[in-house]
């Protein structure tokens, strides 16, 4: 909830449309919103598996877990 929170918080410091509405203990987004927002899941693996940058390894920068945790 702070997460979300914060979203809204900037999007409404840089005057955009805010992405979540919170009700009690339920949180619905509007995707067509322009402000800030949480990754999906999807592009948070995308992300940290390097996005365009990737070298297809299995985890961020290594396929050793060891060598990135």
């Known amino acids: ?39 999906t899941e999807a592009e948070w693996e995308y992300a940290a598996r390097g996005g365009q940058q990737s070298q297809g390894f299995e985890y961020a920068g290594s396929n050793n877990v060891d060598e990135v945790a």
């Open 1 to 39: 909830f702070d997460a979300v929170d914060y979203c809204n918080w900037r999007s409404q410091q840089e005057g955009l449309t805010e992405v979540y509405q919170i009700n009690q203990q339920q949180v619905d987004a509007n995707w067509q919103a322009n402000g800030y927002r949480l990754p």
